[in-house]
């Protein structure tokens, strides 16, 4: 979802505008699924099965749900193994202090990615190591 | 969380209120964490570990942080495994249509039970038995 976000930002977005505030305007103006919509744009249609990350709200779901059967998997970590990952990753546009971080869910909890974990399909937790969540995601991968 | 609020609404409720209306109105009143300050109300102060079950939104973890450590436990299952236990249930409050569920999933979700739901410190998937998921519970509770 972030890379064709990202592709329209670069193209089309203001001299000087954030990335955050253009992905604002986009949703008050093309409603809030645009992503997903920017994203089905990309699609030729004779996918057997596309793997979208990075949903942000229910309006997403029901984008793509008009073009295929949508499996919700939601990937759960606790908030706490969440911020000390993001604490030692130190990215760049991270944030560091633990009042950004709960800003941060709080302002993507605001624009209604609760609702989608909630109505998950699936859920995966990611509270150990990268291989153990690459394991639990290719068991339930199989599974389906 | 029901308990104390359907106690509250024997006693308090106007005549011919329904709970789901009085629910609304304490909320307007006390503020939207009220049903978690009936169930501080019940405590002695003197307990080491308290469970309570069907916290609805934010605003109630925050009543609950202010008296001590919480611990978040969401109780995950698809959509489709949840409407079809409540079809199969059959319990006299119990909605019956697809439709009337998921109003009632998304009236939830409007009241913030999302949030709580993705900033749970666990996850513990109810998608197959009772007695598995008795045993997921178990295996949580011991770990904690």
Same mark, same amino acid.
């Given at each position: 979802?972030s890379d064709v976000l990202?592709?329209?930002?670069y193209r089309?977005?203001?001299?000087g505008?954030r990335l955050m505030d ?8 093309f ?13 030729? =249609? +004779?996918?057997d099965?596309?793997v979208?990350?990075?949903?942000? #709200?229910?309006?997403? !779901? *029901?984008? /793509?749900e008009k ?7 939601a990937?759960h970590?606790s908030?706490s193994?969440?911020?000390s990952?993001l ?6 546009d ?8 709960m800003?941060?869910?709080?302002d993507e909890?605001?624009?209604?990615? =609760? +609702? ?5 399909d699936y859920?995966?937790? #990611?509270?150990?190591? !990268? *291989?153990e /969540? ?11």
């Open positions: 979802m990202k592709e329209k930002y089309d977005a203001k001299p505008e253009f992905a604002k305007r986009m949703r008050e103006i409603g809030k699924g645009v992503v997903a919509k920017l994203c089905i744009e990309k699609l030729n =249609g +004779t996918e099965v596309v979208i990350d990075g949903v942000r #709200n229910w309006e997403e !779901i *029901e984008e /793509f073009v295929g059967k949508v499996i919700i998997i990937v970590a908030r193994v969440r911020y990952r604490m030692n990753r130190g990215r760049e991270d944030s560091t202090s633990l009042q950004d971080l800003k941060r869910d709080f909890l605001q624009m209604g990615i =609760g +609702t989608v974990i909630a109505l998950a859920v995966i937790t #990611n509270d150990s190591s !990268i *291989e /969540f690459n394991k639990r995601a290719e068991d339930l991968i199989n599974r389906l």
